[in-house]
């Protein structure tokens, strides 16, 4: 990367810094640290261009869906306008803004197909945050956010086919596991993404049986 994409990377981060300093839904700055950390990572290995994968990656969760009643479009919009404000190539704004449309989430029937090895990247780098012991904590945490109970024994997971039904779903959080989280490993696109998927995999399960046992009174 030369010294002009670097510079362009530094605003960019400081501008996504001083909007999400402070928000406790779990997309606060820290994870947006987290991701740019791991999509840097991974996309060395992978060799990918960089300037998209940081800027992606960076700009991932500017405004994220689930919180404007569904409206997938908010996120890159804004994107966009914050990156023609630092004058970034119209070719890279176009890259950078494809990643961020396609890259959520939108229930296990829902395919999120990246386009590009560096969409893929990003998308990785988004979901292993979502998973281990650092995908818990944000789990429980988005869960308060929205007022739902840690768990009801009495609901099943729901595999939800539409982009709509998981959006309106408001399961108790040990349900987000089994309709999310657990199904994360098998998507990640690269292979060294699928690695690092396998350690956090595990963690999961093995916290949720001991979360179960607790919760039947056995130990
Ligand atoms: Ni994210």
């Known amino acids: 990367m030369n010294n002009e994409q670097q510079k362009i990377i530094k605003k960019v981060a400081n501008e996504v810094k001083q909007k999400l300093e402070g928000e406790e839904s779990g997309h606060d700055w820290w994870h947006i640290v987290r991701v740019w950390n791991m999509a840097k990572h991974i996309g060395k290995i992978e060799d990918a261009d960089m300037i998209i994968v940081e800027l992606a990656a960076l700009l991932h969760d500017i ?17 966009r306008r914050i990156l023609e404000k630092y004058s970034v190539p119209a ?20 395919k999120t197909e990246m386009k590009t090895l560096e969409g893929e990247i990003v998308q990785d780098s988004d979901r292993l945050d979502a998973i281990g012991a650092i995908g818990i904590a944000r789990t429980f945490s988005y ?71 607790e919760w039947d009174g056995k130990i």
């Not at 396609?102 to 029937?109: V, Y």
């Not at 982009?163 to 399961?171: H, L, T, V």
């Open 91 to 110: 070719k890279i704004i176009d890259c950078v803004c494809d990643i961020i449309a396609d890259m959520s989430f939108k229930g296990a029937g829902v």
């Open 63 to 79: 405004a994220d869906w689930k919180f404007y009643d569904g409206d997938d479009t908010i996120g890159p919009q804004i994107a």
């Open 143 to 213: 869960g308060g956010h929205e007022n739902r109970p840690i768990h009801d024994p009495a609901q099943k997971p729901i595999m939800h086919q539409t982009k709509e039904d998981y959006f309106k779903s408001g399961s108790p959080t040990i349900k987000h596991f089994y309709e999310k989280l657990l199904l994360l490993k098998n998507r990640m696109n690269t292979k060294t993404a699928k690695k690092l998927a396998e350690g956090r995999h595990r963690f999961m399960e093995e916290y949720l049986d001991k979360f179960f046992q």
